[in-house]
């Protein structure tokens, strides 16, 4: 069976169609022996331009709203299998002008507190399974460290702002995001 992307899931809106999609992608992973999915992406798609997001039709909308209730119904077909998820790429790709696989992406001027939503809408859903960090620069809530190696993104906002307590997982580390600024042993032991 074919997939539809996340930005078609999004266009056509259709809540039971997301969540049966989610289901049989659930099934697959679990023939397989996966029970969990480094998915879904609910970075919204604030840059239709982005090469790594909406480019690749990996965003489900760029209205927030739209994002978080399409995730939930993609959870939504996954937890109906047993199968958990990961919300990704936290706290938000989807501004991005660049791709964090081929190097340094800087957010500070683009990326907005609107990116947060889909993360607050699942949260407050009992949604969530884990999050994947995002290797994304973004001065004004860390003016040192990309956000997956940053405590002021994990600890002071994904933990201590929107209490999430659960599972974060890195993206790959060894992406030149983090890699053209660190030593991937540094990289880790920033992580940790």
């Known amino acids: 069976d074919d997939t539809l992307s996340a930005a078609q899931l999004g266009i056509d809106n259709n809540l039971d169609e997301t969540r049966a999609q989610g289901a049989n992608i659930a099934q697959w992973l679990l023939d397989g022996g996966v029970t969990l999915n480094l998915a879904p992406v609910?970075?919204?798609?604030?840059?239709?331009?982005?090469?790594?997001?909406?480019g690749l039709e990996r965003s489900f909308s760029a209205d927030p709203?739209?994002?978080?209730s399409q995730a939930a119904a993609y959870i939504d077909g996954h937890h109906d299998k047993g199968v958990k998820c990961t919300l990704k790429h936290?706290?938000?790709?989807?501004?991005?002008?660049g791709d964090t696989h081929l190097g340094f992406v800087d957010v500070t001027d683009t990326w907005s507190d609107s990116e947060l939503i889909p993360y607050r809408r699942l949260l407050e859903g009992g949604k969530v399974d884990a999050i994947m960090t995002a290797h994304i620069?973004?001065?004004?809530?860390?003016?040192?460290?990309?956000?997956?190696?940053?405590?002021?993104?994990?600890?002071?906002?994904?933990?201590?702002?929107?209490?999430?307590?659960?599972?974060?997982?890195?993206?790959?580390?060894?992406?030149?995001?983090?890699?053209?600024?660190?030593?991937?042993?540094?990289?880790?032991?920033?992580?940790?």
């Open 65 to 68: 709203e739209v994002v978080a």
């Open 137 to 192: 620069y973004n001065a004004n809530l860390d003016p040192e460290l990309p956000a997956t190696l940053s405590p002021a993104v994990i600890t002071g906002l994904l933990r201590e702002q929107l209490g999430y307590d659960g599972v974060v997982i890195s993206d790959d580390i060894q992406m030149r995001g983090i890699t053209d600024l660190f030593k991937v042993e540094k990289a880790i032991e920033l992580a940790l």
């Open 42 to 54: 609910v970075d919204v798609a604030v840059n239709p331009d982005n090469p790594i997001i909406a």
């Open 90 to 97: 936290f706290p938000g790709h989807g501004s991005s002008q």
